[in-house]
């Protein structure tokens, strides 16, 4: 009979420290997947917070005008304008422009503004890739609440081949210019650099 009971006890045992095993197999495994999702639950949290701030500084946006920005000297050179101030949680400026006009007259327009700083500024624009600009805006789109942006142009200018993308630094301004030659519909980001 002993010589029974030892070999049963040793598989009992095996046995029991094979559930042990796999019991803390298990726990861990669970640790680790909550550890995980809090991790990723307070990432975006952070993200969404951040977002809410940079928001809340463009929701206090002000509507503004492009000849109070580029002065015209009474000859327009833009129409159905629609632009916004606004400043980031740096504290940095910018503006945000939509307009139509002809490239042809704006550019040499915007190389002729006053600059504060000839040494840092360019004389003339210059034609640009424009897949930055569209990896760019993707990205903030995707962390944005629904409809606070409309985005719809975002699918046009990465399906459309005949935009055209500018950059032009006449100091303190920094323009990004994105042109649309069918409708001659411009979308103008000024960054203000202090």
Known sequence: MKKYILPVVSLFLFLSCNKIEE????????????VQQKAQQAVEETVKKTVSESLNSLTNSQDVKFNQVFPDGGKSVVSEETGKKFKFPNGSEGYIFKYKSDIA???????????????KSEKTARKIDGQSII???????????ENTL????????????????????????????????????IIQYVEVNK
Do not use: C, G, M
């Not at 007259?105 to 040494?119: H, R």
């Not at 399906?159 to 055209?164: H, M, P, Q, Y």
């Open 105 to 119: 007259v704006l550019l040499p327009f915007l190389e002729k503004q006053p600059t504060s700083d000839e040494n």
């Open 135 to 145: 990896d760019k805006i993707s990205f903030v789109s995707k962390f944005l609440p």
């Open 23 to 34: 019991k803390i197999d298990e726990t861990v495994q669970k640790t680790t997947e909550t």
């Open 150 to 185: 409309d985005t719809s142009f975002l699918e046009d200018i990465k399906t459309d081949k005949n935009i055209e993308y500018y950059k032009l630094k006449r100091f303190p301004n920094n323009s990004t210019i994105i042109y649309n030659p069918k409708t001659q519909t």
